[in-house]
């Protein structure tokens, strides 16, 4: 399967999802995962009209970047403060907010560059160990405390739900983010816009669509057998 029918597979379930959702194409953003693949395959995905690609690493974050700066570049692996330089004023949005330093280093960066750092929250709705993410219960607090952190902008909330053998199986998880996001959008905090949910990747992400996802990562599903 080329490139070009892999998107078109992605792009036709996605329909089928937003359908079920009673949503439109317009509300769903499709961030494609290019951790795997070499940047003459990015470039021909953004070619096929993909405009949102992911990185996890920030070495390869930075080296796709300066290849394809026209594209709109996510981070969405776990962000070390070390590194934290390396990925303020050049990512689109940051998905991996998980801790109370990582917030601070990254709100002292953006107010030495003069520029607003967007980042979602992760959540660890599904409690496992490995998973980075704070805690479901932490959120409203977490969020209470980041009016004074001028340069930091919560855009919305990220989870991952665990690898399971059927995608069924995490529609729980999803909801109960897009619940938490329900209640809490109720609320005024500073810095503070819960527009986004980022859930949902190759193996279920039109289960998360249906339980309100409008991001969704994927990567595999677009670019196996690409190199």
């Not at 998905?95 to 750092?117: C, F, I, M, P, Y």
């Not at 998973?131 to 209470?144: M, Q, R, T, W, Y």
């Not at 669509?209 to 599903?221: D, H, L, P, Q």
Request: include cysteine; charge should be neutral.
């Amino acid at each position: 399967m080329d490139l070009q029918e892999s998107i078109e597979i992605v792009k036709q379930r996605i329909a089928a999802a937003i359908a079920k959702s009673g949503r439109t194409e317009a509300d769903i953003k499709l961030v494609a995962v290019s951790k795997t693949v070499g940047i003459e395959t990015v470039r021909r995905a953004y070619e096929l009209g993909i405009t949102d690609f992911g990185e996890n690493r920030v070495q390869e974050f930075n080296h796709k970047i300066e290849k394809l700066p026209q594209a709109r570049w996510h981070l969405i692996g776990r962000l070390q403060t070390n590194k934290v330089k390396d990925v303020v004023g050049k990512a689109a949005l940051i998905h991996s907010l998980d801790r109370w330093n990582l917030a601070e280093q990254l709100n002292k960066r953006g107010l030495q560059q003069g520029v607003t750092v967007s980042c979602l929250l992760q959540v660890n709705v599904a409690g496992e160990k490995q998973k980075a993410g704070i805690k479901p219960d932490e959120v409203e607090s977490f969020l209470e405390s980041l009016g004074q952190l001028e340069a930091l902008r919560i855009e919305g909330l990220m989870t991952m739900a665990p690898l399971l053998d059927q995608s069924e199986k995490a529609r729980p998880v999803f909801r109960e983010l897009y619940q938490i996001k329900e209640k809490l959008s109720n609320n005024r905090y500073n810095n503070v816009n819960l527009r986004h949910l980022s859930m949902g990747m190759s193996q279920d992400y039109e289960v998360a669509i249906e339980e309100g996802a409008n991001i969704i990562r994927v990567g595999s599903a677009i670019f196996t057998s690409q190199g």
